[in-house]
C-alpha cells in the first residue's frame, strides 16, 4: 500500500546553479506546504559543498527546518529518477539546462535574484538578502499549490510566442531564399 502511495505522488525537482540557496529553499516549501501530496528534491548543475547558513537562518525563521538538506549535483537525478515538474529557480541554470529534460514531464522557470551576489556583504545585511528571495519563493510556491492552472497556462503562452518566433523566421528565410534566386 505505502508502494502504491508513493508511486502517485508528484515528484518536483527544484534547479539551481550551485544548490545552496534558491533551490534548496523551494525544496523545503514544498515539503511543508505540499504535503504527503508532493516529493521534493533539489540538485545544482555546480553544487557547493554544504547550504548557506543564511538559507538555513531564513527557513528557520518561518517553521521551516532545512538544515540536514545538502546540495546534490543534477547527475545524482539523470536517467535514474523521473519527475513530473523541473522547476528552474535562477536565470543561470536556465541557461544552462537543456530545453529537453529526459525523465521530466513539465519545465517550469521561476527565477529569483541570487541572495549570495557579493559575499563580502556583513552578516545581518546578507540575511535580509536571503529573507527577501526566501519570501519570494514562498509566495510563488503557494501560489503554484493553489492554482495549478495559472502556471499551465503561463507554460502554454510562452510555448505559442516561440512557436510563433519560430514560424516568423521560417517565413522570413525562406522569403529571403526565393528572393535570391
Known amino acids: 500500500m505505502t508502494e502504491e502511495r508513493d508511486e502517485r505522488k508528484i515528484k518536483v525537482l527544484f534547479l539551481c546553479t550551485q544548490n545552496s540557496a534558491r533551490s534548496q529553499m523551494a525544496e523545503g516549501f514544498l515539503r511543508h506546504y505540499g504535503g504527503d501530496r508532493f516529493e521534493s528534491y533539489s540538485a545544482g548543475l555546480d553544487p557547493t559543498d554544504e547550504i548557506h547558513p543564511c538559507a538555513v537562518e531564513a527557513m528557520r525563521e518561518v517553521g521551516v527546518d532545512i538544515s540536514e538538506q545538502y546540495p546534490k549535483r543534477l547527475k545524482t537525478y539523470m536517467g535514474k529518477e523521473s519527475f513530473n515538474y ?12 537543456p530545453k529537453t529534460f529526459p525523465g521530466v ?3 517550469f522557470s521561476w527565477t529569483f ?6 559575499e563580502d556583504l556583513p552578516y545581518d545585511s546578507m540575511l535580509e538578502r536571503f529573507r527577501l528571495v526566501r519570501d519570494q519563493i514562498e ?12 502556471e499551465m497556462e503561463k507554460l502554454r503562452e510562452e510555448r505559442n510566442k516561440e512557436r510563433k518566433e519560430r514560424l ?9 531564399a526565393s528572393s535570391g534566386r
Open 86 to 97: 523541473l522547476v528552474i529557480v535562477c536565470a543561470r541554470a536556465e541557461e544552462r539546462c
Open 105 to 107: 514531464g513539465t519545465t
Open 113 to 118: 535574484e541570487d541572495p549570495r551576489r557579493e
Open 139 to 150: 509566495l510563488r510556491m503557494k501560489e503554484w499549490l493553489e492554482h495549478p492552472e495559472v
Open 168 to 176: 516568423k523566421a521560417q517565413e522570413a528565410a525562406r522569403g529571403s
